[in-house]
């Protein structure tokens, strides 16, 4: 066989297997949605905090449920648009083992055991994780809403032993 019968039976054994990847039926994707001025802008500050927890005596928890001190921190909204009602916060992050309403610290070589961290509302109230909390009402153009919080560390009901007790939490804001 000569080397162009060759090269044309190669060239429609490609088309034949070519067109037959193309044979697929044509489909239609629809998207909807709208744009809305129902939301505010997190405020760079607010965007990654840190809260310090200092350091905490392992003898302050001698049972589950047991707590430090709270310790405060904020969400700083800016720019709320004027469709903007009501936020709330849904904090998730690593789940405590055995209290998953907590923030389970960060397992690493000399990291503390038996303690988790409490997300609490501006009342102290408890946030358990990935559910909202309780609303704030918003205004139309709202320039600046400051969301207070608080952090603590709970004993989950282990035994409590000291090293680094550090976690990390994403946070949502819901608007309604």
């Given at each position: 066989m000569n080397s162009t019968l060759r090269v044309r039976l190669a060239a429609l054994s490609l088309l034949t297997v070519w067109s037959g990847a193309i044979s697929a039926h044509d489909g239609e994707i629809n998207i909807t949605g709208r744009i809305v001025d129902k939301t505010c802008s997190v405020?760079?500050?607010s965007l990654n905090s840190l809260v310090t927890m200092g350091s905490v005596s392992s003898k302050q928890f001698a049972r589950a449920g047991d707590g430090s001190?709270?310790?405060?921190?904020?969400?700083?909204?800016?720019?709320?648009?004027d469709a903007a009602s009501n936020v709330s916060v849904t904090f998730s992050g690593s789940t405590d083992t055995h209290n998953s309403d907590l923030l389970a610290i960060?397992?690493?070589?000399?990291s503390a055991a038996g303690i988790g961290i409490a997300l609490y509302d501006h009342d102290k109230k408890l946030i358990p994780l990935n559910q909202?909390?309780?609303?704030?009402?918003?205004?139309?153009?709202?320039?600046?809403v400051i969301l207070a919080f608080y952090a603590r560390y709970l004993a989950n009901g282990d035994e409590v032993s000291v090293g680094t007790a550090n976690t990390s939490a994403t946070f949502v804001l819901n608007y309604a």
């Open positions: 405020s760079a500050d001190r709270y310790e405060p921190f904020t969400l700083t909204l800016e720019k709320c648009g960060e397992q690493t070589e000399g909202a909390s309780a609303g704030t009402a918003l205004l139309p153009h709202q320039a600046q």
